[in-house]
């Protein structure tokens, strides 16, 4: 769940089309037309990239006559589906991926059982990556991709390149070359296995 | 220890700054080290053994980190470097929040100024890298006219949302930003201070930057969420030795610092050289001081530095180590998910609790902590959910309040009008007078006299505790023995 409570409003006088905003842009709400861009506040999730990435200043977050609740009712899916989903992906439903607004696994599970098949609409519809926007990318994408959807970064926008690799797969080489430095490879792929394993048995 | 001696009047902490991450600095009416009570400790008196530093050390000290910067800068190997060639100095934000942050902005001075006078080239930019505050070092490079001394043009901000560039790795594609790495040599322009330990677990600490102020976000969700505590920061070591990076990494420079201020320079063409020592030497000078901070039994802590919430400093220790310090962050056995990290905050249920039992709770000897002045711009409801917080100021509430990283912080704090009164209500509601206060006071750490009592009469102990039981088993965890220290000398 995110409560929206601000704005990306653009100043037209400002803008002169770089279109840094739109490549920045998590959910596809600003858009550049005629070499000025224009914001949706109907799409805005105010995580304020293009305020702070564009090289004019251009753009201001103002606070929202209305807030704006985003959400997926977790209760209208079945459990062990959401389950078998976030194990897919090496993750507990309950965990929290996004640290900003506190979306769990199951919500992005849930969004995507019901329908959404993109890291943007699952942004819109939960909330989650739409305040940092960096630190939840891979758990989300990997939940994408474990619904069974492919991965098609655009590649007019940086809003993500791709997946990388997880505790799962780092070769077995690269473990005995660098453990000795002091990486705890095999024990935390151990710590998070547990981790995704809790509650399990209660289903 | 003879107590008396050892108390001082509080030491100025570091002035609120003007930033759209905090409020407006006049709003700042009162700081707590100025209140009743407070006194300070210097850290080279409660550990002696801690080396002398340049800074802070009164006036003329940054003229004459410049010139040792130049000459430790001079010693590296820059043959590769062609005049007609380019050359970017990586720097990130973490150094310009280091003890007021002129001694970083004297570094990336004397490494521009060096690299011209050695090699004549004269494309020489700055890239400062930022944590989740995409305008933060922009407005560092204005505050400390780095814009103009690198030149029009030559200074630059850059955020992990910004262009992307793959860089082969021995554990297959991570991201970097193109703007880092855009020229045909980088620099790396770091400090040995070690923040935070409950990310980077002292393992690799020089190199961190690799992953996370140079890297797009792909590179720094992998850390943070797909390799787990322990090994998060191979994500750094994995980026650093790809043949990319390596083809283009001329040398590192940093800031020597320790607890108590800038001990000197250290710029070496082999960055693991400097990472040994920012790793080893780290552990002692620091360790220490998070040891002693670990045996405080109930205190207030006080915010009130211009940083977000977890990165407020109190004797080189930021207050995400001390929500942490109930727990050895240092030992990877001992302590595989701290109090607090992302990946112990990840692994809370909806029921408020750890997913795993084992899971170390938030610091409980903090029974309050008065947010008198911090900034936003980073994930911090987990620590208000978990720890009586009572924020300075309606401003402040507000701006929390409408800031996308923090739109829960205050659903769980209260607001205070006053400083002496949020003050007041944590005396009052915890029944301790023991206060400590993360507010970057240079060269020591201020506090209620209470508190300053007990960290004297504890040093002595964890000193040989360290040095004796925990630094012995740090090495070992990290592949060395304690004859590191000798060939570090
Ligand atoms: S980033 Fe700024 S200048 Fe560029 S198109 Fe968007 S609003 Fe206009
Ligand atoms: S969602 Fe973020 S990037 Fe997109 S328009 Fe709103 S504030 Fe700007």
Redesign the pocket.
């Known amino acids: 769940m995110k409560r929206v409570t601000?704005?990306?409003v653009v100043d037209q006088n400002l803008c002169i089309g770089c279109k840094i905003?739109e490549k920045?842009?998590?959910?596809?709400?600003?858009q550049v037309t005629n070499r000025k861009a224009f914001?949706?506040d109907q799409?805005?999730?105010?995580?304020?990239?293009?305020?702070d990435?564009c090289p004019q200043h251009a753009?201001k977050?103002v606070e929202r006559a209305e807030i704006r609740e985003l959400g997926v009712d977790v209760s209208k899916f079945d459990p062990k589906e959401i389950r078998a989903l976030c194990e897919k992906a090496h993750l507990n439903p309950e965990q929290i991926l996004c640290y900003c607004t506190g979306t769990r696994a199951e919500e992005v599970a849930a969004c995507l059982l019901g329908g959404a098949t993109t890291p943007e609409e699952v942004s819109a519809q939960t909330g989650i990556r739409?305040a940092c926007?960096i630190e939840c990318i891979q758990p989300l994408l990997r939940l994408v991709q474990a619904a069974g959807n492919e991965l098609h970064p655009d590649p007019n926008g940086w809003r993500w390149y791709g997946v990388t690799t997880t505790a799962w797969e780092i070769p077995q080489e690269v473990k005995d070359k660098y453990n000795s430095r002091g990486f705890y490879f095999d024990e935390d792929r151990e710590l998070l296995d547990r981790v995704v394993k809790v509650g399990a048995d209660k289903q | 220890m003879e107590n008396k001696n050892l108390i001082h009047p509080a030491i100025l902490p570091i002035a609120p700054k003007p930033s759209q991450y905090g409020i407006d600095p006049s709003l700042v009416k009162t700081r707590v080290a100025e209140l009743p009570g407070m006194c300070s400790l210097k850290l080279s008196e409660l550990f002696p053994e801690l080396p002398d530093v340049i800074f802070p050390g009164g006036e003329g000290a940054l003229d004459k980190l410049y010139e040792l910067a130049k000459d430790e800068i001079r010693k590296v190997d820059m043959s590769m470097i062609q005049p007609d060639q380019s050359v970017n100095v990586l720097a990130s934000h973490h150094g310009f929040t280091l003890l007021g942050g002129q001694p970083y902005a004297v570094l990336l001075k004397a490494i521009r100024d060096v690299v011209i006078e050695k090699t004549g080239c004269k494309n020489i930019r700055l890239r400062a890298g930022v944590g989740m505050r995409f305008r933060e070092t922009e407005e560092y490079i204005k505050r400390y006219g780095l814009d103009t001394y690198y030149g029009p043009g030559k200074a630059k901000g850059v955020a992990p949302v910004d262009e992307g560039i793959p860089i082969e790795t021995e554990i297959g594609t991570l991201y970097g930003i193109k703007a880092i790495y855009d020229a045909d040599w980088i620099i790396h322009a770091h400090h040995t201070d070690v923040r935070e330990v409950h990310f980077h677990r002292q393992i690799d600490k020089a190199v961190k930057p690799f992953s996370m102020s140079y890297a797009r976000i792909e590179s720094r969700s992998t850390y943070h969420q797909n390799l787990g505590p322990r090994a998060a920061n191979f994500t750094a070591r994995a980026i650093f030795e790809s043949k990319f990076v390596q083809s283009k990494f001329a040398f590192g420079a940093f800031l020597n610092v320790g607890p108590h201020g800038v001990i000197g320079v250290i710029a070496d063409n082999n960055l693991y050289n400097i990472n040994d020592r920012a790793t080893f030497i780290g552990c002692q000078l620091y360790g220490k001081v998070m040891t002693l901070f670990g045996k405080i039994d109930e205190c207030i802590a006080v915010l009130d530095f211009p940083c977000p919430v977890p990165y407020v400093f109190s004797a080189g220790v930021i207050y995400a180590n001390f929500t942490g310090a109930n727990s050895d962050l240092y030992d990877m056995e001992g302590t595989p998910l701290p109090g607090y990290t992302w990946y112990t905050e990840a692994f809370y249920g909806k029921n408020g609790k750890p997913l795993l039992p084992e899971t170390p709770p938030l610091n409980p000897a903090i029974k309050m902590c008065v947010h008198n002045y911090a900034w936003t711009g980073y994930p911090s409801a987990f620590f208000s959910e978990h720890i009586p917080t009572v924020v300075v100021g309606a401003e402040q509430a507000k701006l929390f309040d409408t800031e996308?990283m923090n739109i829960k912080y205050m659903d769980h704090a209260t607001i205070a009008k006053t400083t002496e009164g949020a003050m007041e209500f944590a005396y009052n509601a915890t029944g301790t007078d023991k206060v400590i206060i993360f507010d970057g006071a240079m060269g020591g750490l201020n506090c209620s006299e209470s508190l300053a009592k007990e960290l004297i009469e504890k040093a002595p102990a964890v000193s040989k505790e360290v040095e004796e039981v925990l630094m012995p088993k740090w090495f070992r965890q990290r592949g060395v023995d304690m004859s590191v220290l000798e060939k570090l000398k």
Request: charged share 10%; proline share 7%; net charge positive.
């Open positions: 601000m704005n990306a905003c920045v842009c998590p959910v596809y709400a600003i914001s949706d799409k805005c999730v105010a995580c304020a990239n293009c305020a990435r753009i977050m739409t926007t | 996308p």
